[in-house]
């Protein structure tokens, strides 16, 4: 099955710097990738995704890249604020419609200092 | 948000007593799924469902079982908790587009 590797396991930055938090994955059948943010005490949220035919994905300060051929993708954080304080999981399965088991890394807490 | 809620929130057990937590959704929703949140371990799969009556087995399934007898419904048992049951427990559903939408989480104490 599929194993998924997330780190650094913690981040500390500075407001305004980047962010960049990793993972690896095992299944070379996988093809979707999402980023959930986790704040303190509350849900997880879809942030931003990429699938496997695509190898960027921007949405204004975040961006996915993705690198199939060495299993490994990234999210990057640009501009951080207090604000991206949270817990960031990244994710991934084999997805071709319907339920996805999505298999997840085990977390990476960032902090961002004013 | 998603029409998503949990049942209860909060639960203090003792080690050998059955314990369900429910998920309701009113978004009908194909696809539901249970999670639990651990330190060091992120999110990890207990069991989804694919339709009313149709469940599997995901990473860490040993001890719990499911039912789904209605769309909008799906209930974890633990049939006799252990001490390492302990957990935040997450209900998601999802229309099968990809994205999973979260409830607010169940903490699950066993003592």
């Known amino acids: 099955g599929e194993n998924v590797e997330q780190h650094p396991s913690t981040l500390s930055v500075q407001e305004g710097d980047s962010a960049v938090i990793k993972c690896t994955y095992s299944d070379s059948a996988s093809n979707y990738f999402p980023w959930y943010k986790q704040e303190l005490g509350k849900r997880p949220q879809l942030i931003i995704d990429?699938?496997?035919?695509?190898g960027e994905k921007k949405d204004q300060r975040i961006a996915v890249t993705l690198n199939k051929t060495a299993k490994h993708f990234s999210l990057h954080i640009t501009e951080t604020q207090p604000e991206d304080s949270a817990v960031y999981f990244c994710?991934?399965?084999?997805?071709?419609?319907?339920?996805?088991?999505?298999?997840f890394g085990a977390g990476t807490r960032l902090a961002v200092h004013p | 948000d998603a029409g998503i809620t949990q049942s209860p929130r909060h639960k203090v057990t003792e080690t050998g007593t059955p314990v369900t937590l429910r998920c309701h959704q009113t978004e009908n929703h194909r696809y539901m799924y249970w999670y639990r949140q651990d330190p060091g371990h992120g999110l990890r799969l207990i069991h989804y469902?694919?339709?009313?009556?149709?469940?599997d087995k995901g990473e860490v399934s040993d001890g719990y079982s499911v039912s789904r007898s209605k769309t909008e419904d799906f209930l974890l048992t633990l049939e006799s908790a252990t001490s390492s049951q302990t957990s935040v427990y997450f209900c998601?559903?999802?229309?099968?587009?990809?994205?999973?939408?979260f409830g607010e989480g169940s903490r699950l104490t066993v003592l």
């Open positions: 998601a559903i999802s229309d099968g587009t990809g994205e999973l939408f």
């Open positions: 469902s694919y339709g009313v009556k149709d469940t």
């Open positions: 994710a991934a399965t084999p997805f071709s419609g319907g339920y996805n088991k999505l298999i």
């Open positions: 990429i699938r496997s035919n695509v």
